[in-house]
């Protein structure tokens, strides 16, 4: 597994070091002792499976509240996606700075999402999936999220969100409420 730093601190783009021969290649797609490598404790207890029938599908920006934290290791099975991250941990140097990255069947590239992190993306095809293991259990009480279009970060979507789930319409503002909860939790 090839890791590459993002401009966020302790997140990691991973490429597949393949082992090539006359049937195809071989790949790691995760390998505990590689990520011990890098410092990371990646334990997986959940793996999850998302499909978006539409291009320009947006889900986001989610992440679980203390002490239901959880890192994600981001594929795009089928098609592709336009894959962003925030860092939202007070005391990262990369604090509430966003980096997107396009995650496709064709690039197999992943995203490590460490713990911390908001998450989301839009589909850039019709029929994509996205396969990620995740290291909490899912704890509706602890689900967070912050709104895709919020002033606060300015992500640079590829395109206009056509397709966004009610849920995802109805997160607050950054600067209303997430800034308060977070200040709090310190
Ligand atoms: C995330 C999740 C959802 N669900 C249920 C709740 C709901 O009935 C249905 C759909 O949930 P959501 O609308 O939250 O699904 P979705 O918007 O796809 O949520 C996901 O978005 C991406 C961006 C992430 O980073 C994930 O961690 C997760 O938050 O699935 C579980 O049972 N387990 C889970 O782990």
């Not at 291009?55 to 992440?63: C, I, P, S």
Request: aromatic share 14%; charged share 30%; with cysteine.
């Amino acid at each position: 597994m090839i890791f590459k730093k993002t401009d966020l601190e302790d997140a990691y783009i991973i490429e597949l070091e393949r082992l090539g021969d006359s049937r195809g290649f071989f790949a790691r797609a995760f390998c505990e002792n590689e990520f011990a490598n890098h410092g990371i404790d990646f334990s997986i207890v959940q793996a999850n499976t998302s499909y978006s029938a539409k291009k320009h599908t947006l889900r986001g920006m989610h992440y679980q509240d203390k002490p239901y934290q959880e890192a994600k290791l981001i594929k795009c099975t089928k098609g592709a996606i336009f894959d962003v991250i925030i860092d939202m941990r007070m005391d990262s140097p990369t604090f509430k700075q966003w980096e997107g990255i396009e995650l496709s069947e064709q690039n197999r590239k992943m995203l490590y999402v460490p713990e911390g992190f908001a998450h989301g993306f839009m589909t850039l095809e019709d029929e994509t999936e996205v396969y990620y293991p995740v290291t909490q259990s899912y704890t509706p009480g602890a689900e967070k999220g912050i709104r895709w279009d919020d002033p606060a970060f300015n992500i640079q979507w590829p395109a206009p969100a056509e397709i966004v789930s009610e849920k995802d319409e109805s997160w607050p503002f950054y600067e209303n409420t997430v800034d308060k909860e977070l200040r709090h939790q310190l």
